[in-house]
């Protein structure tokens, strides 16, 4: 039998070429991927924005104060004919039913916003589902749509918040751009925010009845329009058929 040996000087060669190595393996990897439906030792995330090869981003505006500005929202957008996604309240909806409606009747998509605005990470798993129904319902009765799309009020939310989500059938949406409306910037602030921050992919938060949001939105618009971003319905830019959102809380493109 042929005994093979090693010099000194071999095994710290092989020594150093095996750690240099994992250290490129290392400074490689992938980034964690998680389960969106998954409740384990990992935070489960909704979806802040997109993985996508395409320029287009998403418009989010949250209805839960009045709606004043309804009008002026729906006719910039219909003007430049762009859709965006318009999260309600139930309880908006109930006391609003004809802006409801108008909203939907325009063609945009209709997501939940809950139904009184509490902190979902503080409910229990059944007043979430309670919550995530009631506005469903309230939102059903005012414009005839039932929404999958569910945004948590304040960004609010835990692992459990996000499983009753899901469980209810909805999808949890964040959002990755705040204009920062609803701290009372004015509308040029509001667009350059849009500005510095808006990327294929981005799902966009605006207010319906803050102080400058009616105003900053035709400046929104332009400015996606000059950054050659096309923006959609927040139903039109996430993947149905992926479950798999990064740390974060990107959703990542299903795999061919």
Known sequence: ?????????HILTVSFCAALLLTLISAFRLPEIQDV???????????YSVQTDEKKAALGINCAWDDADIPDMLA?????????????????AQKYPDSAKTI???GHEIGSHSNSHRD????SQQEILEEISASRAAIQNACSQTPVLFRPPSGDYNDLVIKSIHQSGCIPI???LDTLDWKGLEASEIAERVRKDLAPGSIILLHAGAEHSAQALPL???TADQLGIQLVPVGELIYPDSST???AGQQLKPQS
């Open 76 to 92: 910039a957008l219909a003007q430049r004919n762009i859709k965006a996604s318009f999260f309600l309240l139930g309880e908006w």
């Open 1 to 9: 039998m042929k005994i093979i040996t090693l010099k000194a000087s």
């Open 245 to 247: 959102v990064d740390h």
């Open 120 to 123: 979902m990470s503080s409910l």
């Open 174 to 176: 964040q959002w990755n």
């Open 37 to 47: 439906f998954s409740s384990g030792s990992r935070r489960s995330l909704p979806i």
């Open 220 to 222: 929104i618009l332009d």
């Open 104 to 106: 939907a009747l325009a």
